[in-house]
T-cell receptor, first 114, second 111 residues
Framework: DGGITQSPKYLFRKEGQNVTLSCEQN?????MYWYRQDPGQGLRLIYY???????QKGDIAEGYSVSREKKESFPLTVTSAQKNPTAFYLC?????????????FGPGTRLTVL | QKEVEQNSGPLSVPEGAIASLNCTYS??????FFWYRQYSGKSPELIMS????GDKEDGRFTAQLNKASQYVSLLIRDSQPSDSATYLC???????????FGTGTRLQVFP
């Protein structure tokens, strides 16, 4: 089955710890994205990557870091510098540039800071 | 800052009725428009995409696009309680290919 997987589904972090969220896709998509969603809020873009070994900051990149060493993988690290990391994190992918460029989402990771 | 605006709702409709969800966007050059459905606690699921003016139908769903008015809508015919969810409108930002999302409209379909 083609799709996007995210792990873990739930993650608990103590204050001051860095944690890494996994995102893998087997859709052969060039572009991958990380969003954050807070309760009752829309999606906010954290980072995105349109090609391997390249990525750009989104609207709320502070306190986060990413890497894109493989086309299939786009892990997100939530660092201790992120002041309020408790949220629902969503990874998405699409083919990259173009008109009919539908973006698909993984199931999400719910991060809670204790 | 490009914007996508939706009424947050909730929009309440009886079972079997037509639900009409609306979205306006600020970027005149946008070319691609998407509707996602998000159930509580789940990730967004793409249900419709539309790229040219007019209507596009898929089963009970119809997307309508009016680029001159910068307006896109989603009609759900014969609404079912299982359609109760938040519907997100998303618009492609031409120069970056990022999607700009609205905050969503919560739809409630009551029996």
């Amino acid at each position: 089955d083609g799709g996007i997987t995210q792990s873990p589904k739930y993650l608990f972090r103590k204050e001051g710890q860095n944690v890494t969220l996994s995102c893998e896709q087997n859709l052969n998509h060039d572009a991958m994205y990380w969003y954050r969603q807070d309760p009752g809020q829309g999606l906010r873009l954290i980072y995105y990557s349109q090609i391997v070994n390249d990525f750009q900051k989104g609207d709320i990149a502070e306190g986060y870091s990413v890497s894109r060493e493989k086309k299939e993988s786009f892990p997100l690290t939530v660092t201790s510098a992120q002041k309020n990391p408790t949220a629902f994190y969503l990874c998405a992918s699409n083919r990259g540039r173009g008109l009919e460029n539908e973006q698909f989402f993984g199931p999400g990771t719910r991060l809670t800071v204790l | 800052q490009k914007e996508v605006e939706q009424n947050s709702g909730p929009l309440s409709v009886p079972e079997g009725a037509i639900a009409s969800l609306n979205c306006t966007y600020s970027d005149r050059v946008s070319q691609s428009f998407f509707w996602y459905r998000q159930y509580s606690g789940k990730s967004p699921e793409l249900i419709m995409s539309i790229y040219s003016n007019g209507d596009k139908e898929d089963g009970r769903f119809t997307a309508q696009l009016n680029k001159a008015s910068q307006y896109v809508s989603l009609l759900i015919r014969d609404s079912q309680p299982s359609d109760s969810a938040t519907y997100l409108c998303a618009v492609n930002e031409v120069w970056t290919d990022k999607l700009i999302f609205g905050t969503g409209t919560r739809l409630q379909v009551f029996p």
